[in-house]
């Protein structure tokens, strides 16, 4: 039996090996989830239209939405705060 093949097959490692390689996959795995939000930025957009605002994750490229207020926040709460003070609708 070749070396990979050992690594793969169950009766290799025992079951108390397994199940920690299973926690450390879902550990990892839920790093890598909040890592990615923790780095989102929010920015809060106005329609040039309607003048209706909303927070969204990512700088508008499109040219019917435009950017109001700074230049971005951390959280979406911090731009939900905001939003009322920066964008005024008519």
């Known amino acids: ?34 890592m990615s939000t923790a780095s989102a930025d929010y920015y809060i957009v106005q329609e040039k239209a309607t003048k209706k605002c909303k927070v969204v994750e990512t700088r508008p490229t499109d040219t019917t939405w435009i950017q109001v207020g700074p230049a971005s926040f951390k959280t979406q709460s911090d731009a939900d705060k905001q939003i009322k003070t920066v964008c005024v609708e008519k």
């Not at 039996?1 to 690594?7: D, F, I, P, T």
């Not at 299973?22 to 839920?30: E, I, N, P």
């Open 1 to 34: 039996m070749s070396r990979v093949a050992e690594l793969v097959c169950s009766d290799f490692y025992p079951e108390r090996e397994i199940l920690m390689l299973k926690k450390l996959a879902l550990a990892g795995t839920a790093v890598a989830l909040l």
